[in-house]
Every structure is written in C-alpha cells, then in structure tokens.
C-alpha cells in the first residue's frame, strides 16, 4: 500500500541547534516534493520544493534533500529558534493536481 | 493582499443539516481545492478545480459537493451533515497545477454532533 511516514512524535531541541525531519514514502514516484510549516490554527504554508532530479535544495536556513533511491527526504533547519516551533508537513507531488500531504511532525525548539 | 480567505471560521451543526463553507482568492488563480485534516492523518483532497465551470473528485468526495461558478470563489457544500464529517477543512489555490506552491486559507473548523 502508498504510504508517508512523517515521525508522529514530537521533535524536540535545543535553540541553535539543527533540526533534522524525516520523510519517508513507499509506492509513489514523485515528480516533486514540498514541504510546509503549519501554525495552531492556521493554515500551512509552503516553503521549499524540490523535484526528483534535484538532491539538495536551500533557502536561508532550510535545507532540503531528496533521495529518490532511499525514497526519502530530509529537511533541516539550522541554527534553530523558537519561532521555529510549528509542524511540518511533507508533500508528494506524482503529476497533475496530485499533491499527498504527510501527517506531519511537530518540532519544539527550546530556549 | 487577502489571499485565501475562507469563511465561517468555526461552525457546529447537527446530523443532518446542511451548510456551505466559500473559498474565495484575490491572486488570479486557475486552481483550487478543498481539504479535510484530521487529527494524525494527512491533508486529504475532498474536490478540486482547474478553473471556472469545472470541478473533479479528489481522494474523499462522498458527501460533498462543490461549485466554481466564478473564479475566485470555490464553494464546499454538505448537504447533509454526518459525523464523520467533523474536521477541519481547508481550501487552496494555486497558479498551476501543483507543481506550484498551494497558497492555504485559515481554515473551518466544523463540528458535527
């Protein structure tokens, strides 16, 4: 069966930091991935894609990887704050108006 | 700049009842779609749009229907509420056809008793 592994449980660090979430997939073959911040109540809101031919892909602090291999991605965000406190969903691209969004992992960054 | 703006925010209804939750974007967009999110699952497309007059099933659309009778606004009607319809649910758009960013609203919490 097609499945996003997100880990469930909460990623917790400490401030300055790097944090590193996981995104694991089985039977999809995505053209692209995307990975959004969501706020409590609010909306996610996107931040990086990166597509299947592509390995690394960075904005500022954010960096993400993309094993089509492994079937996984990695996005990490160094030096971290706690502003950067929020969940973080991975989403599988596999075509037209295809989008498959991961449940998500919740990251605290402690002061 | 609006963006998405959905409306009403929260909304409790009984079995059976009936609503309309509207989607409207200021950015132009062809595309929109409407999501449910539920506690320890995904996002999960309900219905999508690639532009005025047109609308196709996503991956759970039983009990749900929707309208794009103008290109700004995308309409998620429940035409008679269950239960298992409690979530939170989350209109979209985008500028093409997901390749793109999806730009979200805020989002409807919606109970069913």
């Known amino acids: 069966s097609q499945k996003i592994e997100q880990n469930s449980e909460a990623l917790n660090i400490q401030e300055g930091k790097t944090a590193t979430l996981t995104c694991n997939y089985t039977n999809y073959s995505p053209a692209y991935l995307q990975w959004y911040r969501q706020d409590p109540g609010r909306g996610p809101v996107f931040l990086l894609l990166?597509?299947?031919?592509?390995k690394e892909k960075r904005k500022e602090r954010l960096k993400v990887t993309f094993d089509t291999t492994l079937k996984q991605s990695l996005f990490h965000i160094t030096a971290s704050q706690p502003a950067d406190s929020a969940t973080y969903l991975c989403?599988?691209?596999?075509?037209?108006?295809?989008?498959?969004f991961g449940a998500g992992t919740r990251l605290a960054v402690h002061p | 700049n609006a963006g998405v703006t959905q409306t009403p925010k929260f909304r409790v209804l009984k079995t059976g009842q009936s609503m309309t939750l509207l989607c409207a974007q200021d950015?132009?967009?062809?595309?929109m779609y409407w999501y449910r999110q539920d506690p320890g699952m995904g996002l999960r497309l309900i219905h999508y749009?690639?532009?005025?007059?047109?609308?196709a099933k996503g991956e759970v659309p039983d009990g749900y229907n929707v309208s794009r009778l103008k290109k700004q606004n995308f309409l998620l009607g429940l035409e008679s509420a269950a239960p298992s319809q409690t979530s939170v649910y989350f209109c979209?758009?985008?500028?093409?056809?997901?390749?793109?960013?999806?730009?979200f609203g805020s989002g409807t919490q919606l109970s069913v008793l």
């Open positions: 749009s690639v532009g005025e007059g047109t609308t």
């Open positions: 950015m132009n967009h062809e595309y």
């Open positions: 990166i597509r299947e031919n592509e």
């Open positions: 989403a599988l691209g596999e075509g037209y108006n295809k989008l498959i």
């Open positions: 979209a758009s985008s500028s093409t056809t997901g390749n793109e960013k999806l730009f």
